[in-house]
């Protein structure tokens, strides 16, 4: 259950491919809805999906960012 009372989905996929992703997403989230993920290229087209999207840069160990300076991170990956 995420923060808001939503579902988790996690699928094991054949490959790692942008359109075998985007199905997926489609299916299972509505359009204009904020979506967080790590760097990796292949969320590279959910703004063009028409999705929201921030990331975090997981390889030089970023896991949250407070974008705001609130103290509260808004960005992060689990």
């Excluded at 509505?30 to 921030?54: A, C, N, V």
Aim: glycine share 8%; aromatic share 12%; net charge negative.
């Amino acid at each position: 259950m995420t923060q808001r009372g939503g579902e988790v989905i996690i699928k094991m996929l054949p490959n790692v491919q942008q359109i075998t992703i985007k199905l997926i997403i489609q299916q299972a989230i509505k359009e204009d809805t904020l979506i967080y993920t790590d760097e990796y290229s292949i969320y590279s087209r959910l703004e063009k999906w028409k999705y929201k999207h921030k990331t975090v840069n997981l390889g030089n160990g970023e896991y949250a960012r407070d974008e705001d300076g609130d103290g509260f991170y808004e960005v992060h990956v689990y």
